[in-house]
């Protein structure tokens, strides 16, 4: 499908990251595949443990990579928080950050890591999403990076403006594109 660049928002820079990168592939119809890339002086970054991966709220507070999905109802949209942990939290909105529930339907795995001192990539698999079979949806990437100094940077495909929003819809630039029907 395509590998996105996510941009720091203007007011929230890093002094540690460089470049955060999604690269996303859909397996199959119900299916998403991110790849997130995160470059710079990871040294400086304050990087979950690995631990028994479950669903824990809150993600979102931490270092966090995110994904934002709109349903067949144009109101509505999921939210996806991945932690480097490999603890993940999957919510459903009627609307603009309204009627927050948890979702358990989705089946949310880390795959993968990849390390080096300037480098992590994570690979995250993201199952029984129900898509609209009939065109493309709007689609949301975006990181909060915590830095071992305090400081935290906000990045996304854009920003509005104001303070950093992920559920803004104007951040959501990508689309995933209706399933091949083959």
Same mark, same amino acid.
């Given at each position: 499908? !395509? ?30 595949? #991110? ?6 002086? #990871? ?10 991966? =479950?669903?824990?709220? =809150? ?22 928080? #991945?932690?480097?942990?490999? $603890?993940?939290?999957?919510y459903g909105f009627d609307d603009y950050r309204i009627g927050m529930k948890p979702m358990p339907d989705f089946w949310i795995s880390k795959i993968g890591e990849s390390r080096s001192a300037d480098c992590i990539e994570l690979f995250w698999l993201i199952q029984r999403i129900k898509v ?7 689609? =949301? ?6 830095? $071992?100094? =305090? ?6 495909? !854009? ?24």
């Amino acid at each position: 499908m !395509g590998i996105f660049e996510l941009l720091p928002h203007p007011d929230f820079p890093s002094a540690s990251i460089t470049s955060i990168c999604v690269e996303i592939e859909r397996p199959d119809s119900e299916a998403l595949s #991110l790849t997130y890339r995160v470059t710079g002086r #990871l040294a400086n970054i304050l990087v979950p443990d690995e631990v028994e991966p =479950g669903f824990t709220d =809150g993600l979102w507070r931490e270092t966090c990579l995110e994904a934002f999905l709109s349903t067949h109802d144009p109101s509505r949209y999921w939210e996806f928080n #991945l932690s480097p942990s490999g $603890r993940y939290a999957a919510y459903g909105f009627d609307d603009y950050r309204i009627g927050m529930k948890p979702m358990p339907d989705f089946w949310i795995s880390k795959i993968g890591e990849s390390r080096s001192a300037d480098c992590i990539e994570l690979f995250w698999l993201i199952q029984r999403i129900k898509v609209d079979e009939t065109g493309a949806q709007p689609l =949301g990437l975006s990181s909060v990076i915590a830095e $071992r100094d =305090g400081t935290k940077s906000y990045w996304a495909l !854009g920003h509005a403006p104001g303070p950093p929003d992920f559920h803004n819809r104007d951040c959501w630039t990508a689309t995933l594109p209706a399933p091949d029907p083959s």
